[in-house]
């Protein structure tokens, strides 16, 4: 089946810093890939589409000079996550399309910033 | 946008009965529906699927009720196990529109 391979799976950064988390479609090309925020105990929180070779759609209260999302492939998103700050610690999961409804996740990266 | 939204935040359920979830969504424009699971630290896990075309699927232990005149849909879990413990989420999509709405996602414990 569709694989899709999230890294990190953990990262610990200093505030200020900032991280890139990829997504990668292992076995399929995925013309769309959207990026997801959950905190604890709640529910995934669209942040934005990520379409191949165009710009990412963020969705309403989502700085998109923070969270910077490249889709420079039809295998590979990334998401920085720019000049973090401890209220930027959250879980990010990509998920990617694989046509006809089928979407695929990947594992989650949890971020913490100290 | 769409609303998608469940009953139960929790549910408990022993070990081996028969565990129902519940979903509720808002726009009749919905035509597919998927059922995750997200076991702790993880990423949703695909369950199991329907078209708004059908009312009722069945796959292994799992059976997916969808009902379109009350805009609701039920995850039905047969013999419940341990490992069947994990937060499931209902989303709803409608046609060639791609964004995935998620709901709040209910807790299932497994009692051993």
């Known amino acids: 089946g569709a694989v899709v391979s999230q890294h990190p799976s953990r990262v610990i950064c200093k505030s200020g810093t900032s991280v890139k988390i990829e997504c990668r479609s292992l076995?399929?090309?995925?013309?769309?890939m959207f990026w997801y925020r959950q905190f604890p105990k709640k529910s995934l929180m669209l942040m934005a589409t990520s379409n191949e070779g165009s710009k990412a759609t963020y969705e309403q209260g989502v700085e998109k000079d923070k969270f910077l999302i490249n889709h420079a492939s039809l295998t590979l998103s990334t998401l920085t996550v720019t000049s973090a700050h401890p209220e930027d610690s959250s879980f990010y999961i990509c998920s990617a399309s694989t046509g006809d409804y089928g979407y695929t996740f990947g594992s989650g990266t949890r971020l913490t910033v100290v | 946008g769409e609303s998608v939204g469940l009953h139960l935040p929790t549910l408990s359920v022993q070990e081996g009965d028969n565990s129902i979830i519940n979903c509720a969504y808002s726009n009749s424009a919905s035509d597919y529906f998927i059922w995750y699971k997200q076991e702790s630290g993880k990423g949703p896990q695909f369950i199991i699927d329907?078209?708004?075309?059908?009312d009722k699927r069945q796959g292994q232990r799992v059976t997916v009720l969808l009902n379109k005149t009350v805009k609701h849909l039920s995850l039905q879990i047969a013999a419940t196990q341990p490992g069947d413990s994990a937060v499931y989420f209902c989303?709803?999509?409608?046609?060639?529109?791609?964004?995935?709405?998620f709901g709040t996602g209910t807790k299932l414990q497994v009692i051993p």
């Open positions: 076995d399929f090309q995925a013309t769309t």
């Open positions: 329907i078209r708004s075309n059908m």
């Open positions: 989303a709803g999509l409608r046609g060639g529109y791609q964004k995935v709405t």
